[in-house]
């Protein structure tokens, strides 16, 4: 039901810039907090930057100042914009998309994240 589609990586030296894009698309949800998360090689998955569906964000210490995360809800789109990249920030890149919706037959909201495929970002000195 709900579809999250990564772009926007690719290699660039250090001290360069990238911007990622995270398209949502689904039919009666509504997308609430996105994040982006990366995993580099031989390293575990770690939270890089999120958004909240009133637009405050939060961001990992690693790239606090560098990144900047925002979003159009218009367009169902999340953007990750990097600066001053470093080759500590080379890795693949995950959208996350948290989504909700009313159960009619319950009136309950049902809350659901999905995951991107990925899009990978290399950095070299």
């Known amino acids: 039901q709900v579809q999250v589609v990564e772009s926007g990586g690719g290699s660039v030296r250090q001290r360069g810039s990238l911007r990622l894009t995270c398209v949502t698309s689904?039919?009666?949800?509504?997308?609430?907090?996105v994040s982006w998360h990366r995993q580099g090689p031989g390293k575990q998955r770690e939270l890089v930057a999120s958004?909240?569906?009133?637009?405050?964000?939060n961001y990992a210490d690693s790239v606090r100042g560098r990144f900047t995360i925002s979003r159009d809800d218009a367009k169902n789109t999340v953007y990750l914009q990097m600066t001053n990249l470093k080759p500590e920030d080379t890795a693949v890149y995950y959208c996350?998309?948290?989504?909700?919706?009313?159960?009619?037959?319950?009136?309950?909201?049902?809350?659901?994240?999905?995951w991107g495929q990925g899009t990978q970002v290399t950095v070299s000195p």
């Open positions: 958004i909240t569906r009133f637009g405050s964000t």
């Open positions: 996350n998309a948290e989504t909700q919706r009313v159960v009619l037959s319950t009136g309950r909201i049902e809350e659901r994240d999905y």
């Open positions: 689904g039919t009666q949800v509504r997308i609430a907090d």
